[in-house]
């Protein structure tokens, strides 16, 4: 059944317009300078502190670098996150997760 899932999103999106994020379950990022980021989709995080915030995704991880973070909102799969945001860095799975 799983194998069977691929292709139906990919055909749901092309001819039903729906968004990949969506369908694929991919996480969506938005940034309003470098003082709010908005990730929407992640599993869970795994590091936070005032200068770094890392959160796991379905396929890798997210690495957020700044300073003075504070998480204003947090959700089960969304996340509010203030302060200086310096660097937005995607790790694929194959990466090193350290």
């Keep these: ?3 069977l899932m691929g292709p139906v999103r990919k055909w749901m999106m092309q001819h039903m317009q729906l968004p990949a994020d969506v369908m ?3 996480p969506r ?3 309003i300078g470098q003082l709010h980021i908005y ?3 992640h599993k869970g995080v795994l590091r936070f502190s005032t200068s770094e915030l890392r ?3 379905k396929q890798g991880q997210v690495l957020i ?3 003075q973070f504070v998480i204003k ?3 089960p799969e969304e996340l509010l996150l203030e302060g200086r945001i310096d660097q937005v ?4 799975d194959s990466d090193d997760h350290s």
């Design 1 to 3: 059944m799983g194998k």
């Design 24 to 26: 694929m379950d991919l």
């Design 29 to 31: 990022i938005t940034m």
């Design 39 to 41: 990730i929407e989709n």
């Design 55 to 57: 959160l796991l995704l």
């Design 65 to 67: 670098k700044g300073d």
């Design 73 to 75: 909102t947090i959700y």
């Design 89 to 92: 860095i995607y790790i694929n």
